[in-house]
């Protein structure tokens, strides 16, 4: 989003939603939009968090269905207020679930998914998690899953464990 019209998008997306207030994808691009700030930052200084939050809870709302919107709100979940990805007020365990949802619906599950997943378990402390999940994933591995797997065990067993 260009900066300088951010206001004015936002403007619009709310009254798509009025427009149409039985409209998902109305719902679910007018949370993007109100997750940027004035000047068009995502997540920047200033951006609606509250009713960015709800306005993709009311998406999810009207299509339980719609795993892309489940995932943009776990993405969103990841910020706090101040814009601060996995600062101390972010909603760590709300990602989680909203992934663990979409984990459980999407055959077969993406990558992005798997590693925000273990992202947001690590962040949140929830090593044992961690590695479980990892192994869950151990036929397609990614780099994330590798380094969140080989930190969870060093933590949780010792550094000797996690290079064994």
């Known amino acids: 989003m260009d900066a300088g019209v951010a206001d004015e998008a936002i403007e619009q997306g709310?009254?798509?939603?009025?427009?149409?207030?039985?409209?998902?994808?109305?719902?679910?691009?007018?949370?993007?939009?109100?997750?940027?700030?004035?000047i068009g930052v995502d997540y920047g200084k200033g951006y609606n968090y509250e009713a960015s939050l709800a306005a993709y809870r009311r998406a999810i709302e009207l299509n339980p269905n719609d795993l892309s919107i489940r995932q943009s709100l776990s993405d969103s979940l990841r910020f706090d207020l101040d814009g601060l990805e996995y600062g101390p007020a972010a909603h760590l365990d709300l990602a989680i679930d909203a992934l663990r949802y979409i984990q459980a619906h999407q055959r077969p599950v993406t990558p992005d998914v798997a590693n925000n997943l273990v992202i947001d378990l690590f962040r949140a402390n929830r090593y044992p998690e961690v590695i479980q999940e990892a192994d869950r994933y151990a036929r397609s591995p990614t780099p994330v899953l590798d380094g969140a797997y080989l930190a969870a065990t060093a933590i949780t067993e010792s550094p000797s464990a996690a290079l064994a």
């Open 14 to 38: 709310r009254t798509a939603t009025q427009v149409d207030p039985h409209s998902a994808l109305a719902f679910s691009a007018y949370a993007w939009l109100l997750h940027h700030n004035s």
